[in-house]
């Protein structure tokens, strides 16, 4: 199912499915249409169907998509019907925040560990983690089965934590320094510095109308 | 210059060569290859070359681009030739975090106003700037003229405050809440969520490569 190459547009709209999906799940909804999908995300119904189309014909004409079966399926795309733990590096407001969001994660991803180099904050708790020196990156890595790491130091240590994630062999890294990080092909990066999001808006008020929420479009 | 449509994916890159070019002007160096270019950003030099040809002739065979002139360029094509001001709403951890990057934005563009709900933060300061009640939106961004609104509220207050950023007459919003909004077609939208990130990062970690960074190829 995962042979064909999906784009990454594709991709960024599943967790957006996801979450709302979530959501009528809890409120015990059975079943849910490409035009409902598409009026809650402010995404086009057609959209919608061709995104999920790629993974299986999931829907029924007239009924719409069983949401439980849709969760289940869109979490096994994400590789997230196993749980998927996390490391972040750098534990400033930033690192803090983020922390914050584990709540929001659910859907088996998980911050298990925090690493930071001030001596001040190791040791302290940050969401009910505590707090571990950079050096013990390559061991906890390695024993917790970390995947995903989020980077948050400044931007002329990020390089240097890269590097260290990947040889502890993480998979992928979400990057918030405002850096260009070099790491081996097969870890994906994601580019998740705000000050490029902020500044290519500006190129947007003078130039009217492009909607781009919820994801790029590609 | 910017009557024809250049692809968001573009205009994502262009803060990106922006800052390694004022990194270059800071160190006095006069001109640029996109060789040079492409092996810093980690992208095509061909592509680099397309991306900057949609905005004039700027680059000259054998010597490549003038430093100072491709600034001057890209922050006009920005809208950055001109002071952009930025609001943000909502001054947690978040909040906090971001107006530190105040310093990486340079380029004309600055946080200026920090609004929340929360009496124990009103009147209290965050990075110099005095944090004010919601109720003062409005009147403060039309006052300041503020352009972009960054919104880090809880999701279940994000669409209020989307809101009242339109009625206040901003052009773009960086929206950090991990909820769609919903906003005129002419205002624009970034979807900073970085949740999403994450969970769609954990699609790759099994399907082997796929480098993104710096920005969302399209």
Redesign the interface.
């Known amino acids: 199912m995962?042979s064909e190459k999906?784009s990454?547009?594709v991709?960024?709209r599943?967790?957006?499915y996801?979450?709302f999906l979530n959501e009528l799940s809890r409120r015990e909804v059975p079943t849910v249409s490409s035009q409902e999908l598409g009026q809650?995300?402010?995404l086009n119904p057609a959209q919608i169907r061709k995104d999920l189309a790629y993974f299986g014909d999931f829907g029924r004409k007239g009924i719409g998509y069983d949401v439980a079966y849709l969760i289940e399926k869109i979490q096994q795309?994400?590789?997230?019907d196993q749980q998927?733990n996390?490391a972040l590096v750098g534990a400033?407001?930033?690192g803090?925040?983020?922390s914050?969001?584990n709540a929001?994660?659910k859907?088996n991803?998980k911050i298990v560990a925090v690493f930071d180099a001030s001596p001040a904050k190791i040791g302290t708790q940050i969401n009910n983690i505590t707090i571990q020196p950079i050096e013990e990156l390559t061991e906890t890595v390695r024993e917790k089965n970390v995947?995903?790491g989020?980077i948050t130091v400044p931007?002329f240590e990020a390089q240097r934590v890269a590097d260290q994630l990947v040889a502890a062999g993480i998979?992928?890294i979400?990057?918030f320094a405002?850096t260009?990080?070099?790491?081996p092909?097969?870890v994906?990066?994601?580019?998740?510095d705000?000050?490029?999001?902020?500044?290519?808006?500006?190129?947007?008020?003078?130039?009217?109308?492009?909607?781009?929420?919820?994801?790029?479009?590609?």
């Open positions: 995962k999906i990454d547009a991709v960024r599943l967790p957006v996801l979450r809650k995300l402010d795309i994400l590789n997230l998927i996390v400033g407001n930033l803090h925040a983020l914050n969001y929001y994660l859907d991803m995947r995903i989020i931007d998979g992928a979400l990057n405002p260009i990080l070099k790491v092909p097969e994906r990066i994601h580019a998740a705000f000050t490029t999001d902020l500044l290519s808006l500006a190129y947007y008020l003078d130039n009217g109308n492009g909607k781009e929420q919820p994801v790029h479009e590609s």
